[in-house]
């Protein structure tokens, strides 16, 4: 999956550093993300995942806080880097009310899920 990510961190004198990128592998605690502006291993970051619905208008938002586990160079021959990063897990939500019934039309509640599969 390929999506637009925003991160934030603070830096060693407290200064206030962010950088954007492309999510390469993304779970449900983690993700890998390709960028050129990486945080150091053990960074606490906050990170932001622009996800595009399926109606082709909206689009959802995942956040999460999450420390970064290691920082990758030069990337299969590519002059990018990268780096991973794990945490609790991500909060989702939508900018449009379009959109979130898209998104609950997907995820919906877990009873829903256990009923359709008798």
């Known amino acids: 999956m390929n999506a637009s990510v925003l991160f934030r961190w603070s ?4 200064e206030h550093c962010q950088g954007e990128g492309i999510t390469r592998d993304m779970s449900v605690s983690g993700a ?4 050129a502006t990486c945080p150091p ?9 622009f996800l595009p619905l399926s109606d082709g208008g909206s689009k959802a938002l995942m956040q999460a806080d999450m420390m970064v586990l290691r920082v990758e160079h030069e990337i299969e021959g590519n002059p990018r880097s990268g780096f991973s990063a794990v945490g609790k897990g991500f909060s989702l939500r939508t900018f449009s009310g379009r959109g979130s019934r898209v998104v609950n039309g997907v995820v919906g509640e ?6 359709g599969e008798e």
Not at 11 to 14: H, N
Not at 41 to 49: D, F, T, W, Y
Not at 110 to 115: A, D, I, K, L
């Open 110 to 115: 877990p009873e829903e899920f256990m009923e």
């Open 41 to 49: 291993p053990n960074a606490v970051i906050r990170m932001e995942v």
């Open 32 to 35: 890998f993300i390709v960028t």
């Open 11 to 14: 830096g060693p004198e407290e």
